[in-house]
């Protein structure tokens, strides 16, 4: 399977700036993507966020890993939490 990378990028309250990278199915619509990105940070208690193209940009597509794609298979995304995600 091939999946997309978005690369996302929220000021946090703190000053800070969380980064994490949302993986889709390369078919998914940016509309579901902003979705899935909201459906994350609400798991994080920011509930009043509404992503966009200015926070959560197209990176790239890549060939997924076996437990990547089993992954997204399962819930149609996947979160890989690089900075500011813990709190």
Do not use: W
Not at 8 to 29: A, C, Q, R, W
Not at 40 to 53: A, C, G, P, R, V
């Amino acid at each position: 399977m091939k999946i997309s990378v978005y690369d996302t990028y929220v000021p946090l309250k703190s000053g800070k700036t969380m980064h994490f990278d949302i993986l889709v199915n390369e078919n998914t619509t940016v509309d579901k993507v902003y979705s899935y990105g909201n459906t994350y940070l609400k798991s994080k208690e920011i509930d009043n966020y509404k992503l966009t193209m200015k926070e959560c940009q197209f990176c790239h597509i890549e060939k997924a890993s076996e437990s990547l794609e089993r992954e997204i298979l399962e819930k149609d995304f996947y979160i890989i939490e690089m900075e500011n995600c813990h709190f």
